[in-house]
C-alpha cells in the first residue's frame, strides 16, 4: 500500500500531543460516521453522480505524516487512526474528505498535479465541511472574531497544497487566489454551505 500520509488530498490537524485509536476502533467510527446526515448525503450524491461509494471505500489506517486523512483517486478515503481520537474529528475528517471525492466523481477531469484544481477542491472542502468553524478554530488557538472562516480555509488551503509536488509555495498562493470566488461560492452539492 501507497503511504498514506502522501494522498493527492489529505486533511490536516493540529496534533497537541494526542495518540489516536487503533485500526479496529477508527473503523468503528467510520461506520458510525455514517449515520452523520451529512455524510449520509454526501455518499448519496455520489450515488446519483454516477460514482459507487463501496464498503471499502473510506478505512482506516495508520499514517506516517500529522495528517488525519486523506483521498485517493482509485482507492477511496483514507482516515489516519493514529492521529484522530473522538468521534467528531473522524466525523469531519469523512465529510472534507467526502467532498474531494465528490469533486473527484463531479469533474471528470479534475488533475490534482494542476494547483489550480487541486486548490479549488481544498477551498470546496474546507467551506462545506465546517473545518473552519469558529469553535474548530478556537480549539486550533486561532482566535479571530471577523473573517476567521476565510482566512482560515486560505491557511488550510496553502498547507495542503504545501504536500502537492506540482505546486510550489508562490504557485499554491496565484491558483488559489485565482479560483477563489468560484471555488468558495460553489457549495454543490449542497444548496448552500451548511
Not at 465529510?95 to 471525492?101: D, G, S, V
Request: proline share 3%; aromatic share 6%.
Amino acid at each position: 500500500m501507497e503511504d498514506a500520509a502522501a494522498p493527492n488530498s489529505g486533511s490536516d490537524l493540529n496534533l497537541g500531543g494526542k495518540r489516536g485509536r487503533s485500526i479496529e476502533e477508527c473503523q468503528d467510527m467510520i461506520q458510525r460516521s455514517f449515520r452523520n446526515p451529512i455524510v449520509k448525503f454526501l455518499m448519496e450524491q455520489m450515488e446519483k453522480s454516477g460514482c459507487r461509494v463501496g464498503d471499502n471505500f473510506v478505512k482506516a489506517v495508520v499514517c506516517t505524516g500529522p495528517v488525519a486523512g486523506g483521498f485517493t483517486r482509485g482507492r477511496g478515503i483514507t482516515v489516519c487512526s493514529n492521529y484522530l481520537t473522538i468521534q467528531d474529528e473522524v466525523n469531519q475528517v469523512v465529510i472534507h474528505e467526502l467532498i474531494h471525492a465528490y469533486d473527484e466523481c463531479r469533474a471528470k477531469n479534475l488533475d490534482w498535479t494542476n494547483c489550480a484544481h487541486h486548490a479549488c477542491s481544498e477551498i470546496r472542502a474546507g467551506h462545506l465541511s465546517g473545518d473552519c468553524h469558529f469553535k474548530r478554530e478556537l480549539l486550533r488557538g486561532f482566535i479571530k472574531l471577523r473573517g476567521h472562516e476565510q482566512e482560515c480555509i486560505k491557511r488550510r488551503v496553502l498547507k495542503s497544497l504545501r504536500g502537492n509536488p506540482y505546486c510550489s509555495e508562490v504557485a499554491a498562493k496565484d491558483a488559489m487566489e485565482a479560483v477563489w470566488d468560484t471555488c468558495y461560492n460553489d457549495t454543490k452539492p449542497f444548496d448552500r454551505a451548511p
